[in-house]
């Protein structure tokens, strides 16, 4: 049915924003030959009605000025959030931290596992996790994704990093140099690597150190001449290392 534009009430939406060159083209198409696709909105009490799934052709037909909007009534018990995820999913993709976020709420409010959300949206359980994962990068990283200064590709592959302020280094890095997602992995691959080599080495040398030391000591019958003092407070560095091993 039509029914006037201000009788629609918006709430929250998944989506944190618009493309307004976007939304104009729009409003400019619905002047021209009016609104195709009707928005769905949900009856309230006080007749009026909430928009359930249709956000930026509600928007674009305020731009408009028009008078009535062309809405379904939806009555059912999938949830507004779901609805809404799933018009956008299938419109204009959200940027991959608005999907994550969008994921987030929804499993969280809607008690749901990765794998009934997957079922609903038909996308492989993997990719939901994946796509949830870049909410652990840096908030700043997360912008950069939001404003597509870096790809999600980019940031599935910062996650193999566990340093924050390096995840946050690889990123500026990838949208300075304008790095390919396969050139980003090979960097951080080789480095991961490289970082790997440093520990192995220092480990050597660590434990080299600890058995000569106990080798020396064995040889030169020391512990037969140090006081019962000194055997504790060896007792204890031992005590210490051996909680730092844990």
Partial sequence: MDIPIEKIVTQDNVRQGFNKEAIRGLAQSISNVGLLQPVIVKENSDETFTLLVGHRRFEA???AEVKAIRAIIFDDSESKLMLQLIENLQRENLNPIEEALAYKKILEEEGLTQEELAAKLGKPQP???NTLRLL???PDVQKMLMCGDIKQGHGKVLLQIK?????????????????????????VLQEIRTDSEAKQKEYNQLINGIREFRKNTESSF??????????????????ELIKLLD
């Fill in 61 to 63: 037909a305020r731009l």
């Fill in 127 to 129: 990719n939901i996790a």
């Fill in 136 to 138: 652990k990068l840096p």
């Fill in 163 to 187: 340093d924050p302020d390096k995840q946050q280094m690889w990123a500026e890095r990838t949208f300075q140099g304008r790095l390919s997602v396969s050139a980003l992995r090979e960097a």
């Fill in 222 to 239: 020391l512990l037969k001449y140090i006081s019962p003092e000194e055997k504790l407070n060896i007792r204890n560095e031992i005590a």
